[in-house]
Each structure stands twice: as structure tokens, then as C-alpha cells.
């Protein structure tokens, strides 16, 4: 049997705060959940095979169904295929969102999370953070592979897994609000789809201009700037509004 | 000091339920009369437009609508913050009741102004107009709310859930309004020339100030009457909605 107990070095007692307790002790409680959950995310996504090959399959699926509805003109497939690659990684993010808490709150562990007395900003993080390890950045990697197929020209193919790297991030941290509103509902999957598509606009407007702007030669520094911008804006406020829905799902 | 009685009371469905009925035919006799007032004004008496001729004449519709669908979103996401910071059982009521009238509002913006663009642009819908993508945007938030109270079996869950969406909404919408104007104005081509509500005649404008708070009462008045069905429902329990009931009948 193993031992749960927490040692007492681990959790500083804040009320014999001595004069050789160094300030970060105080906070290392917070940032060791952060890593063990990381750490614990990333163990359990790995072992599920389908975790980041599952979206990533349905990408590849999307951009051939598209590429047979616009028909095999190359110049045709070319001139929309910033917005075709854009549109359909935000589908692929946007459909694995619905794992992103569910398997913690059916198992209860979500539950105890909340139940910590460590502040949920981090942990929240952690969490999405270790989400779009598995689902954004695979998008980002096989980037240069969609672009091919779809006759991107080289120069571009790095400003497309820029702006994909930055712009998945977003989308991640926006759609985990509209997971954890949804956790505690049967079927989760086409509300989330309602509740954050009109709030993906900006980051599909910004991303494929940005693609765009390399393609055609345009200064890029506008629409990337705007992109990290809405990074940064939705990694700092979002969680914010996570905790707020995670804390409903589960009192209810 | 500031007198915050008020601001308790509006806590009580009870005094609520009361003042909705004392103030509903104030409001929605007022906002009918503007209206016509407003309407008649600018079908028949402000001249027509050297350009548009009499298609102009919409805007006394569309543009209060369009004013008052966005205003609604922001009505809902203050009741979507009392509830969060206060857990009032009132402001979720209120969320719920502008819902549907926001997005009906939205709605009617977005249809008249498709009724517009025909003769203006030669087409129902453009997209390079800025102003259309957003309301359309605008419209979805609304029905994403709807979605989310229609979703819970549990009323409070539904109630907490849209408010935290409603003010996620709030941070977003500047966001999403300026990216579609720019992401319009990057694409925009110049065979299309835009009216611009700035330049307006002041003659042609007048009208517009009738109608603007008239649909802002209209507004108001449909709210309540949603409030009034919302309380009917939260406090179906208890003695003097039974009471009020009971007389009524």
C-alpha cells in the first residue's frame, strides 16, 4: 500500500513563517501541482494513442473532402487554402475540447482539485497547457504536410506553423472555458461548438491574414503582433473564467 | 451617504413582480407612441434621400434595432456579473428574459438591413460590409446563451453558466467587432460605396432620435413582460404569487 500521507516538509506551515523560511517556499505548494498534474497529463494523453492521432486523422480527412468539393484546380485549392488549413484545425481543436475535463470529473478527480486550498490558477493552466501539447502542437508540426498538399508556397510554410503555434493556443484556452461549462452535461460535444465558434472569429480572421500576408509578401508584423496579443490576453484571462465554470459544474 | 435601498429591493421578485405591472403599460404605451410617432415622421415627412430615394427610409427601423440588439448584450452581461458577484436569483431571471429578446432584436436588425441592401447594393447580403458579419456574430452569442439555459435540467447551473459565457461574450465582442472591420476593410472592393450614418441630413436624423428610444422602450417592455413569466415561474410556490393569482382571476 502506498503511502498518501503528505510529509510535513513538503507544505510549509504559513504560521511559524521563521526568519530563514525563504518567500518561495511559501508558493512551492502551487507549483508542484502544476507539475504533477503536467506530468500526470501528459502520462495518461500518451497512453491513449487516440489522444493527439485522433484529431490530427480528422484533419487530414477534412482537407481531402474539401479539396474534392472545390475540385483539383491547383490555383483554386492555393488561393483558399490559408482559410481551408485555418478552419479546419480550429474544427480539430475544437472537437477534442470535450475530453479536456471530462474524464476528471467523471472519475472525481476533478473534484478534488477543486477542493485544494492552492489557488486553481496554475492547475487550470496545467491542464490546458498538457491539452494542447497533444492536440494543438501535432496541428502545428504536420502544418508544413497540409500546405504541400494543398500548394502553399515554401516561403509561407513558416508563417503558417507560426501563426498556427500561437493562434492553437487560443484557441485552446477559449474552448477549455466553453469544456468546463459544459463538463457536467450528457453530451457536451455541438454545445461547445455554439457557445465558442462566434469567439474563435478573431483568431481565424488574424491567422489566415497572417498566411496570406507571407504568401503575397505583405509586412507580417501587424497580424502577428495581433496574434500574440490574443495569446496572451486569452492564457492570462481565460483560466480566470475556467475556474468560474469548473467550480459550477461541479456545486451544480 | 448613497441610499442603497433600492438596489436590495430589486432582490425581491415579489416588489419586482409588482413594479413590472405598475410600470408596463407606462412603458409599452410610450414606446408605441414614439414609435408611430417616429415611423410616420420619417415615412411620410422627411424628404428622400438624392441617391437611395425612399429606400433610405428603413434606417428608422434598422438602425434602433441595431442599437438596441447591441445594448441588449450588454444589459445581459451586467445581470450575467450581479448574478456572479452577488448571486441575486433576480439578475439570473434578467439574463434569461433578454435572451431571447436580444437575439429577436438581432434578428430584426439583420433583416432589415437585407431588406435594405437589395436596392442600396443590388444584393440581400455582403460581406464586405463589416456591420453585417457582426451583427450575424452578434446573433450567434445570443443563441449560444439560449443554448446553454435550454441545456441544464438544472436551472441554477443554466444560470451560472451563461453568465460566466455573457461576460467572456462582454470582453470579446470589441475584439470580434474590430477584427471583422478590418479583416472587411483589407478585402473591401471599390465597386461598392457605403452610406455612412455620419453624414446623414439633420432633417432625415430627426425622426431617427424618436425612434431610437422608442425601440429602446419596446425593448424594455418585452424584458418585462419575460420577467414577469420568469418570476411566475421561479416563485410558483409560494403564497403571494398564489394570492396575486387568486385576485387576478
Known sequence: ?252 | MANWQWFHRLGSPKWLHGTINRWLPWVLVSALVLLSIGVVWGLAFTPPDYKQGNSFRIIYIHVPTAVVALAGYYAMAIAGAVSIIWRMKVADMALRAIAPVGAAITLLGLFTGAVWGKPTWGAYWVWEDARLTSMLVLFFLYLGIMALHDAFQNRQGGSRAAAIIALVGTVNIPIIYKSVDWWSSLHQSASIKFTEESTIAAEMMYPLMVTIPGVYLLFAAAVMLQMRVQIAHSERHSRWLEKYAINRA
Open chain 1, 1 to 252: 500500500m502506498p503511502d498518501f500521507t503528505v510529509s510535513d516538509s513538503t507544505i510549509p506551515d504559513p504560521t511559524v513563517l521563521s526568519r530563514n523560511t525563504k518567500l518561495s517556499d511559501q508558493y512551492r505548494p502551487v507549483f508542484s501541482i502544476f507539475y504533477a498534474l503536467l506530468v500526470r497529463d501528459f502520462h495518461v494523453y500518451f497512453r491513449h494513442r487516440g489522444a493527439w492521432l485522433n484529431p490530427l486523422t480528422f484533419i487530414f480527412m477534412v482537407i481531402l473532402l474539401f479539396t474534392l468539393g472545390i475540385g483539383p484546380n491547383a490555383t483554386t485549392l492555393t488561393a483558399n487554402a490559408a482559410g481551408i488549413i485555418w478552419v479546419v484545425a480550429l474544427l480539430g481543436i475544437m472537437l477534442s475540447l470535450d475530453a479536456l475535463f471530462r474524464a476528471d470529473y467523471d472519475d472525481g478527480s476533478l473534484e478534488q482539485l477543486l477542493l485544494s486550498p492552492e489557488p486553481l490558477y496554475l492547475p487550470v493552466m496545467a491542464k490546458v497547457l498538457a491539452h494542447w501539447v497533444v492536440t494543438g502542437l501535432p496541428i502545428v508540426v504536420a502544418s508544413p504536410l497540409f500546405s504541400l498538399m494543398l500548394g502553399i508556397s515554401g516561403k509561407a510554410i513558416p508563417a503558417l506553423a507560426l501563426g498556427l503555434l500561437l493562434g492553437s493556443g487560443v484557441l485552446s484556452f477559449l474552448g477549455a472555458i466553453a469544456a468546463s461549462l459544459t463538463v457536467s452535461l450528457r453530451s457536451g460535444g455541438l454545445l461547445i461548438a455554439l457557445l465558442i465558434l462566434p469567439m474563435y472569429v478573431p483568431v481565424i480572421i488574424f491567422g489566415s491574414q497572417f498566411v496570406q500576408s507571407a504568401i503575397e509578401g505583405w509586412p507580417l508584423t501587424a497580424t502577428l503582433s495581433m496574434l500574440v496579443a490574443l495569446l496572451i490576453g486569452s492564457a492570462v484571462l481565460a483560466p480566470l473564467a475556467i475556474i468560474g465554470g469548473l467550480r459550477m459544474s461541479i456545486d451544480g
